[in-house]
């Protein structure tokens, strides 16, 4: 029953989801302790409520995730080491379709931590906290700017308001994400799930998530107050932005060919600070130079002048000597 439940959820179509939430329920009744069926239910109760968000059923899609997040509390229950409930549940509270009340925040980011310390090694726990982490921090600074139109982007942050992080907020998301690339690195490595170190998601999705994490760290540096300071941020997020744009081509190349348009410009202003200040270098050491060549005339002159003198005095006490 289980398997035919995750085939159906796995076509995608809101009628197979129906399908195998109706064969997902029936499975829980009849293994009510079974953390894999928890899982599979919430799993399928948080596809429902994505469709839900597609059609634009706000009001189906927060039931949805309430039952989700229910669903996934139910499998932390049965099984307390379940990485991917906490992180459903970090992105959940997030989202604001549970709890509603002031301590949403603190509570995302205790399950995204709960997430990082069962599961150090997957990128994925890491993309959990840098959620987190943006979303109660710049996320809630440029709430004002989203709902006016100036905000905006793949995370919802828009680029400007990253300049209102605070040194502490921008280390630890920086921490974060640059972690979550090394890692997802070495995961791409993985072709398969078979040795069970890697969660069950597809490529495509690790892809995508790889991407993000880039497209994150392009943001974080691009905004960040030392970018021109030539501590290597400028090079690092021209890296990270070009990383995303091969990754996910349809949603990051046209950013990063206006970086690169803008790296262009920085190399070519660069460059003529450069020879401005070698030409104003040299046009200093032209000054110089005439005072800088009278000045070691005047003291070879008084040189010769005093050899001259010494010569004529030891000619004079020769003269005496010989009287």
């Known amino acids: 029953m289980l398997g035919q439940a995750l085939t159906a959820q796995a076509s995608g179509s809101p009628e197979a989801l129906e399908d195998a939430l109706e064969a997902l329920e029936r499975a829980r009744d009849l293994a009510p302790t079974t953390a894999e069926v928890a899982m599979a239910h919430a799993a399928a109760l948080l596809k429902q409520g994505s469709l839900a968000v597609n059609a634009s059923r706000p009001s189906s899609a927060i039931k949805a995730k309430k039952e989700a997040a229910a669903a996934y509390t139910a499998a932390l229950k049965l099984r307390p080491t379940l990485v991917e409930a906490y992180r459903q549940l970090a992105v959940l509270h997030l989202d604001g379709a549970v709890g509603g009340t002031s301590k949403w925040r603190a509570t995302a980011l205790r399950h995204a931590k709960s997430a990082l310390a069962l599961a150090p090694a997957l990128a994925s726990s890491y993309d959990a906290l840098a959620e987190v982490l943006l979303r109660t921090s710049a996320w809630a600074k440029a709430a004002t700017a989203q709902v006016s139109g100036q905000g905006g982007g793949d995370d919802g942050i828009g680029l400007a308001n ?56 392009f943001r974080l540096l691009a905004s960040h107050p030392d970018l021109e300071s030539g501590t290597g941020l400028l090079r690092e997020a021209i890296d990270a932005i070009r990383s995303a744009a091969r990754m996910q081509p349809s949603r990051y190349a046209k950013l990063a060919k206006k970086f690169a348009e803008f790296e262009t410009a920085e190399r070519l202003s660069k460059e003529a600070d450069r020879r401005g200040a070698l030409e104003r270098e040299a046009m200093v050491r032209a000054m110089h130079t005439p005072s800088e060549d009278k000045r070691l005339q005047e003291e070879e002159d008084a040189a010769i002048a005093a050899e001259r003198e010494a010569e004529a005095a030891a000619r004079g006490n020769r003269k005496e000597e010989l009287r």
């Open 162 to 217: 990253m300049t209102a992080l605070t040194g502490e907020e921008r280390s630890k998301l920086l921490q974060a994400v640059r972690a979550s690339i090394e890692l997802s690195a070495v995961e791409a490595k993985v072709s398969s799930n078979s040795s069970g170190n890697l969660p069950s998601t597809s490529d495509t999705e690790r892809g995508e998530a790889a991407a993000l994490a880039h497209y994150r760290l």
